[in-house]
């Protein structure tokens, strides 16, 4: 090959047929080296995952459920290029095991074979409108992000703290209600505006509603406040997992 560099490429797809002919169309020219083509959904997991540049998917579906889970093995360290629908809703788990360009079903063999040479430069493979739907992506995810950083700085205590303060209660009744000192009341207060940047406890009600209403994950406060066996909030439980 007179010293040519070689990349490693690894073909998945459910149908055996379809990852047969994409490995023997990549495997037709000499800078690529399949190193394996499997099911990669129902085959059982790798015990030694092969060292690859590139990860060729031919994948049914976009959505978070059909990564396949050898990919997650990789960490994120291959370089993923899917064959699908580019219709199809991006599921955030893709972008999080590699993914650097996507090929539409209608592609040609030439197609295919210049997106896995671009993806072995480190290149990203999109069209300008899947680049568009990925960039809106990237910024929806950005901002439930956000969001869940608000509530991560809450403790469960600050939690149940403002489900009362969005009843409008006093010091005095949020202290009744928890069996605590109006003090530590007060002083739980002050925590909770200052870590959601708000001056008076008034703009707290509306604040939940623009949360509530936003693109992201629901926050209203009354969420915040329900217990669950494990005594965290349903929201700490759905970011955090504990």
Known sequence: MGGQFVSRVMVLGLARLHREVLAQCLAAHPEFEIVDARDGWN????????????????????AESAVPPCLRQYDGTARIIAIAGCDDFLGAGWMQAGL?????????????????????????????????????????????????????????????????????????EIAR?????????KNHVHSILSKLNVKRRSKIPQLLRDLENSDG??????????????????????????
Do not use: M, W
């Open 43 to 62: 085959d059982a997991p790798l015990d030694r995952i092969p060292a690859v540049d590139v990860v060729v998917v031919d994948t049914p579906s976009l």
């Open 100 to 172: 650097v360009g996507l090929i539409p079903t209608d592609a040609s063999k030439e197609d295919l074979v210049d997106a896995v040479r671009k993806a072995c430069a480190g290149e990203f493979v999109y069209t300008p409108v899947v680049a568009a739907k990925l960039l809106s992506r990237l910024a929806c995810l950005s901002h439930n992000f956000r969001e869940a950083d608000i509530v991560s700085r809450l403790t469960f205590r600050e939690s149940e703290i403002l489900e009362h303060l969005e009843r409008g209660l006093s010091n005095k």
């Open 177 to 185: 209600n928890l069996t605590i000192e109006t003090a530590t009341v």
């Open 217 to 242: 994950p629901l926050y209203n406060s009354r969420i915040f406040a329900q217990r669950n066996k494990s005594g965290a909030t349903n929201v700490h439980r759905r970011y955090f997992g504990h």
